[in-house]
């Protein structure tokens, strides 16, 4: 079992483009969450997902970020029209039920130039 | 508000020396605790949660409902316990409410 892969380790992209952030669970998981950490602050919550369905978003900012978790195929978190301060580790965690017991992947960290 | 606090930011002990790592949350229900550890460039591991009572590496946490703390503790440091500690709460809802970190080190 890989465990949770997240991919790219490392992204970079220009203000005003876009970033695609993949988050593949470990096998047999169907729950995934997202976390945000900025620098010098802890994990945020943003979005819980299961297979086809958005359960909370409520971390979600309202505008420029999106995600999904098709029925094939990784968990992808979108962020449009990238902003220096969308600059952050972006962490995925899966779980096989919904109550904690999470698998951290190692994390995407964007900057933004 | 479902809040997790973490007060010290960096902890500095020498080798064999005891160390407690604060944690205080708040919340109106039942939550369940957990502790997150982070060695330098690797993801984050389940160190230990309050319901399985074990003790992982030495480490040990007891829940606190009367003082609202989860305190993670080890009678004698090593030095590859140098990390950063995260305590999280699981409410009602699905999701982990994280503390902002406590960044152990250990000197030889």
């Known amino acids: 079992n890989a465990g949770v892969m997240q991919n790219p380790r490392h992204l970079v992209r220009r203000r005003g483009q876009e970033a695609r952030l993949r988050c593949s669970p470990m096998k047999g998981h169907s729950h995934v969450y997202w976390y945000r950490q900025l620098p010098e602050e802890g994990l945020k919550f943003m979005v819980y997902l299961q297979k086809e369905n958005i359960i909370d978003e409520s971390g979600m900012p309202k505008e420029r970020f999106s995600a999904e978790f098709p029925k094939e195929g990784p968990s992808i978190l979108r962020i449009q029209q990238v902003v220096r301060g969308d600059s952050a580790a972006y962490f995925c965690a899966s779980s096989p039920y919904s109550e904690g017991g999470y698998t951290f992947g190692s994390g995407t960290r964007l900057t933004v130039v | 508000a479902q809040r997790v606090t973490q007060p010290e930011k960096l902890l500095s002990v020498f080798k064999g020396a005891p160390v407690e790592l604060k944690c205080n949350y708040s919340y109106s229900g039942s939550p369940e605790l957990f502790w997150y550890v982070q060695y330098s460039r690797q993801r984050l591991q389940l160190l230990l949660r309050h319901i399985s009572r074990e003790s992982i590496k030495g480490f040990t946490a007891d829940l606190n409902k009367g003082e609202t703390s989860f305190h993670l503790k080890k009678p004698f440091a090593q030095e590859e316990d140098s990390a950063m500690y995260y305590c999280?709460?699981?409410?009602?809802?699905?999701?982990?409410?994280f503390g902002t970190g406590t960044r152990l080190q250990v000197f030889p």
């Open positions: 999280a709460l699981s409410g009602d809802t699905d999701k982990l409410i």
